[in-house]
């Protein structure tokens, strides 16, 4: 078992050791960690948690898009743990999470990595 050191920030810095090689929506609710949840497997963001420090692997969520990603989100539900990482979990972490689209449109490089167009390149100043 590869085992994970997993701190919740805003729930009074709580510690759960993991294994790295579930996800860590299931591996949190088997410690009786209270996190919403909806499809399971990576389609939608209710379990979207934010990710402050640590890598995770997340290669199955094909909910995010690249500004999403970019804030730092991850889906609890598909992410493994690749490292010790401390995560903000449930809505009260969801700052940048929903934007609306009109007064904030994604650019070309932020939609999902699927559609999206390269970053554009900006100078820099010599």
Not at 69 to 79: D, H, K, S
Request: aromatic share 4%; glycine share 8%.
């Amino acid at each position: 078992m590869t085992t994970r050191t997993i701190t919740l920030a805003n729930r009074d810095g709580a510690t759960y050791e993991v294994d790295g090689r579930q996800p860590l929506l299931k591996s949190l609710m088997d410690q009786s960690v209270d996190l919403p949840y909806g499809c399971e497997y990576g389609g939608c963001i209710t379990c979207a948690g934010k990710l402050i420090e640590g890598e995770v692997n997340q290669a199955p969520q094909v909910a995010l898009n690249n500004r999403q990603i970019n804030n730092g989100y991850i889906i609890l539900c598909v992410a493994r743990p690749l490292t010790d990482c401390v995560l903000e979990v449930g809505v009260d972490s969801h700052d940048k999470l929903y934007r609306n689209p009109f007064l904030d449109p994604l650019e070309p490089h932020e939609l999902k990595a699927d559609i999206a167009a390269p970053a554009p390149i900006t100078e820099t100043p010599k």
